[in-house]
């Protein structure tokens, strides 16, 4: 008789964590309020988290270099299907108060250009959609990159796949190079190299974990953890801003501070059996709902005061409204969500084509 082995409930808590920063970003900035210096400094101290999504995959994705087709098709499936329904969903609810708008202020509130898509990858209506298509790409870059390797073991031998992996140590660098020439890879898809870094990251931390005691794991995270709190106080201009490619700061510190971090955080709560915590935990297991929900939410309670002449820039009492709920409503709309395949990206399982 097989026994299900117990869920990893760090990655969920860390999940929650991110989704929870990302929702109250987005609630801040629409609001107006994304440059108050005490809310910067929290997002000084949280740069990293969207990096972690990445990082996770990684964690958890033991191979990468099936066969190519089928892997392909599931990820259009899981990833590129829900970016382009949610992306017009936002769109649709986006561009239906654009009359409204230009019939009473004349003017459409927001500057709307042709080129959005293509420079940013995301829809207007729901701009995180940019981490779907983002996520997507990494992991068809990431599969070929893994042929090769593989395919290099088979002809060359097993060294020289083993420095073939080194590969990955350069993508920090074209990352940062693409930033200084502007960022110019068509989709905003300048962020994919440091998604394969942080991809290849996790699963790097993955075979450490698995080769230490756990007392040991325990020491070196928690190591980890005050070099990126000494290193973040000391260079607290250091900050990477994945969904726009954005370095602040020397780039080499801010990518060993993400590095420290995300190894430290995970490896810690890994080695100590974190137990589940409700809400933090909910919100982390059905992340793809509270994500591809939340900011159409956001730009309808925008556009709808907006009607009545009322603006919510600059108000705490729309923050402290919209908080709670978009969150209650987003867990409302969990199980309509993960039902709809085309939406959360959770297709029926082929058991025949399953390893």
């Given at each position: 008789m097989?026994?299900?082995k117990p869920?990893?409930?760090t990655?969920d808590?860390?999940c929650?964590?991110?989704?929870?920063?990302?929702?109250s970003l987005?609630?801040?900035?629409?609001?107006?309020h994304?440059?108050?210096e005490?809310?910067?400094?929290?997002?000084?101290?949280?740069?990293?988290f969207?990096s972690?999504?990445f990082?996770?995959?990684?964690?958890?994705?033991?191979t990468v270099s099936?066969?190519?087709r089928p892997?392909?098709e599931?990820?259009?499936?899981?990833?590129?299907?829900?970016?382009?329904t949610?992306?017009?969903?936002g769109g649709?609810?986006?561009?239906?108060?654009?009359?409204?708008?230009?019939?009473?202020?004349?003017?459409?509130?927001e500057?709307l250009?042709?080129s959005?898509?293509?420079?940013?990858g995301?829809?207007?209506g729901n701009n995180?959609?940019?981490f779907?298509i983002?996520f997507?790409s990494?992991y068809?870059?990431i599969?070929?990159?893994?042929k090769?390797?593989?395919?290099l073991?088979?002809?060359?031998?097993a060294?020289?796949?083993?420095y073939?992996s080194s590969?990955?140590?350069v993508?920090p660098?074209i990352?940062y190079w693409?930033y200084?020439?502007?960022?110019?890879?068509?989709?905003?898809?300048?962020?994919?190299?440091m998604g394969?870094?942080f991809?290849e990251?996790?699963?790097?931390?993955r075979?450490?974990?698995?080769a230490?005691?756990?007392?040991t794991?325990?020491?070196i995270?928690?190591?980890l953890?005050?070099?990126?709190?000494?290193s973040?106080?000391v260079?607290?201009?250091c900050s990477?801003?994945?969904s726009?490619?954005?370095?602040?700061g020397n780039?080499?510190?801010t990518?060993l501070?993400i590095?420290a971090i995300?190894?430290?955080l995970?490896?810690?709560?890994i080695s100590v059996s974190?137990?589940?915590v409700?809400i933090i935990?909910?919100?982390?297991q059905h992340s793809?709902?509270f994500f591809v929900?939340?900011?159409?939410?956001?730009?309808y309670?925008?556009?709808v005061h907006?009607c009545f002449?009322r603006?919510?820039?600059?108000r705490?009492d729309?923050?402290?409204?919209l908080?709670?709920?978009?969150?209650?409503i987003?867990a409302?709309l969990?199980?309509?969500v993960e039902?709809?395949?085309?939406l959360?990206?959770?297709?029926p399982?082929?058991?025949?084509?399953e390893k």
């Amino acid at each position: 008789m097989n026994v299900a082995k117990p869920r990893n409930h760090t990655f969920d808590f860390l999940c929650g964590i991110c989704i929870i920063r990302m929702v109250s970003l987005h609630v801040m900035a629409m609001c107006g309020h994304a440059d108050d210096e005490w809310w910067k400094e929290v997002m000084q101290w949280t740069y990293y988290f969207m990096s972690f999504f990445f990082f996770k995959a990684g964690y958890f994705n033991k191979t990468v270099s099936g066969p190519s087709r089928p892997y392909c098709e599931d990820k259009v499936k899981r990833l590129l299907i829900p970016y382009l329904t949610t992306g017009m969903i936002g769109g649709a609810i986006y561009f239906s108060f654009l009359p409204v708008m230009l019939n009473k202020y004349h003017n459409p509130i927001e500057p709307l250009e042709w080129s959005h898509i293509w420079k940013c990858g995301a829809f207007y209506g729901n701009n995180p959609t940019w981490f779907l298509i983002s996520f997507f790409s990494a992991y068809i870059a990431i599969h070929f990159l893994e042929k090769g390797r593989h395919w290099l073991f088979r002809h060359s031998g097993a060294m020289l796949q083993y420095y073939s992996s080194s590969v990955y140590f350069v993508f920090p660098f074209i990352g940062y190079w693409l930033y200084t020439l502007d960022n110019p890879v068509w989709l905003g898809l300048s962020n994919v190299f440091m998604g394969i870094f942080f991809f290849e990251l996790g699963r790097a931390w993955r075979r450490i974990l698995g080769a230490r005691n756990r007392n040991t794991m325990v020491w070196i995270s928690l190591f980890l953890i005050f070099f990126f709190v000494v290193s973040n106080a000391v260079f607290h201009d250091c900050s990477y801003t994945m969904s726009t490619n954005k370095f602040t700061g020397n780039p080499l510190i801010t990518v060993l501070n993400i590095t420290a971090i995300l190894c430290g955080l995970s490896g810690l709560f890994i080695s100590v059996s974190l137990p589940r915590v409700p809400i933090i935990n909910f919100i982390g297991q059905h992340s793809m709902v509270f994500f591809v929900s939340h900011y159409p939410m956001l730009y309808y309670y925008k556009f709808v005061h907006l009607c009545f002449a009322r603006s919510i820039f600059g108000r705490y009492d729309d923050v402290l409204i919209l908080l709670p709920a978009v969150f209650m409503i987003s867990a409302w709309l969990v199980p309509y969500v993960e039902h709809t395949p085309w939406l959360s990206g959770r297709w029926p399982k082929d058991v025949k084509n399953e390893k």
